[in-house]
């Protein structure tokens, strides 16, 4: 994505606008982990709508910056609808989940442009995409069979349901904690189904990762090699045949 405008003014408002983001999603943790009094409730709400205007801001600013605004909107749409402050009056909905795991999206975002420096070192190409899905997938997870398990004295706090999620997507399922409601088993069953294929394709991309196919370069540096190798041997041969002679 290509900007106008001086380069400092893009990377600072890159910079602030993913601070804020990292920060928001501190507080939607620590809303998900509950035991909040109402004063430490509202607090969180209000300080996750001032960093919600810096994010929108910086939504903004890069439209205004952006050489090609309609590439800039079908690329960033989900860093828009993520910058939607969580008030109280958008609370009691359901809609509040999906803000929740935009958000999160966008946290991610951020963590696969963190990782670009090292894309040389790895081929995380695999890699980044299946860690980003096992991500979503187990905090997703995390967050609806939470919802759905209000009740469960297992699954009502967010630090519980993600070791559920993370257990049952491994399939490693301890037993310690499980679904009562209809729809939180159909929950843990689809993670099952998706964690089976989820993790053997992690499994793929760690040894692809750890193990690199040799590429087009290292085969002809040692096709090279080989024939330095053939040359000289050649020339032994032929020294060799005109000492004899």
């Not at 037993?175 to 964690?195: N, S, W």
């Not at 540096?221 to 040359?231: D, S, W």
Request: with cysteine.
């Amino acid at each position: 994505m290509k900007f106008r405008g001086p380069p400092r003014l893009v990377r600072s408002t890159i910079f602030v606008g993913s601070v804020a983001t990292l920060a928001s999603l501190v507080l939607l943790y620590l809303e998900a982990a509950g035991h909040l009094d109402h004063w430490a409730d509202t607090t969180i709400v209000w300080v996750d709508t001032a960093l919600c205007v810096v994010m929108l801001a910086e939504w903004f600013t890069l439209l205004g910056l952006a050489e090609r605004k309609w590439a800039f909107v079908r690329a960033r749409w989900i860093d828009l609808i993520a910058a939607i402050p969580l008030l109280l009056f958008f609370r009691p909905f359901r809609i509040i989940r999906l803000l929740r795991l935009l958000r999160l999206l966008r946290g991610i975002a951020l963590m696969r442009r963190a990782l670009r420096p090292w894309e040389d070192a790895l081929d995380t190409a695999l890699l980044r995409s299946v860690a980003i899905v096992a991500a979503v997938l187990i905090v997703g997870a995390a967050l609806v069979i939470q919802d759905f398990e209000r009740d469960n004295p297992g699954l009502d706090e967010f630090r519980e349901a993600l070791w559920w999620a993370i257990v049952t997507a491994s399939t490693v399922g301890y037993g310690d904690r499980y679904p009562l409601t209809a729809g939180g088993q159909i929950v843990a069953v689809l993670l099952m189904i998706v964690g089976i294929g989820l993790f053997g394709t992690l499994a793929a991309a760690l040894t692809q990762a750890f193990f690199p196919k040799r590429t087009e370069s290292h085969e002809r540096e040692i096709l090279r090699r080989l024939e330095v190798i053939e040359g000289q041997l050649a020339k032994l041969v032929k020294e060799e045949g005109q000492r004899e002679a």
